[in-house]
């Protein structure tokens, strides 16, 4: 069916550690757009159903070993297949609400703490990606995580693990740059209409300046 017509669509990204709610949030937030009368579709990476994606899901899933390096230009990799389909999409005025992007991306590897592997050599790949109008950060304390029926079996899916990775996260934020102008941070901790409402007090504003033409191009 043809999009309402917007300048464009926005690009939105729902970030955060393992049960920070990004899930549940992206649905409320989609339901929430398009029963206001927006173009609205989910994604989110690592998408699991390309080629690269299932050598991710493998992975992660501890099936398959790899250098570290390798496989965080995979998690890159299946950023960049979806680049163009992600930019055609906002110009056709579908707004997109995205589970999980670049941030993920380059705090997940750095906190691997590998003396190579930086957070300023884990961006590099990631330069000229479609940079979203907003990334609401979900965090929630790992020990609350804990709570939330505790993690799975997955690779990264452990305490210390995700301690680091909430301390690059937050410290994102003092780095200057792109990355600390981007995330706006959402306390993820209390409950789930509250969460939605903290959401939806940012978003709202941001989807309609950027579908009522403020913000021509993306990353602007
Ligand atoms: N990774 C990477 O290394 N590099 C990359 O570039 C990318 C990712 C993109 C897989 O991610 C792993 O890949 C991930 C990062 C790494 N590793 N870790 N950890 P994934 O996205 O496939 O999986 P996940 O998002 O980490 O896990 P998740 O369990 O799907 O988390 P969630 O989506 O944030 O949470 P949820 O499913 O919405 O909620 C979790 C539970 O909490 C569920 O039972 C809910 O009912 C409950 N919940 C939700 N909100 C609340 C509130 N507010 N209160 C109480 N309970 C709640
Ligand atoms: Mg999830």
Not at 34 to 56: L, Q
Not at 133 to 154: I, N, Q, S
Not at 164 to 185: H, K, N, P, Q, T
Request: aromatic fraction near 10%.
């Amino acid at each position: 069916e043809p999009a309402k017509p917007v300048s464009r669509g926005a690009f939105i990204v729902v970030e955060g550690l393992d049960r920070a709610g990004k899930s549940t949030q992206v649905k409320k937030l989609c339901d929430r757009l398009y029963a206001e009368g927006h173009n609205v579709k989910a994604i989110g990476f690592p998408d699991r159903t390309s080629p690269i994606g299932k050598m991710i899901s493998s992975y992660l899933k501890c099936q398959t070993e790899m250098d570290d390096h390798a496989i965080h230009l995979l998690f890159t990799t299946n950023r960049w297949e979806k680049a163009q389909w992600v930019k055609d999409q906002i110009a056709h005025g579908y707004t997109l609400i995205c589970d999980r992007y670049y941030y993920s991306g380059i705090v997940y590897s750095a906190a691997k703490r590998l003396p190579s592997l930086s957070l300023a050599w884990a961006r590099q790949p990631e330069v000229g990606l479609p940079r979203p109008d907003r990334v609401m950060f979900l965090d929630l304390d790992p020990e609350a995580a804990v709570k939330r029926g505790g993690y799975g079996d997955e690779k990264y899916e452990k305490r210390e693990m995700q301690e680091r990775v909430r301390a690059l996260f937050l410290g994102l934020l003092g780095r200057g740059g792109e990355e600390s102008s981007d995330l706006f941070v959402v306390d993820a901790g209390v409950g789930v209409e509250d969460v939605a409402g903290s959401i939806w007090g940012e978003v709202g504003k941001v989807v309609n300046a950027v579908e009522g033409g403020k913000w021509l191009e993306l990353g602007s």
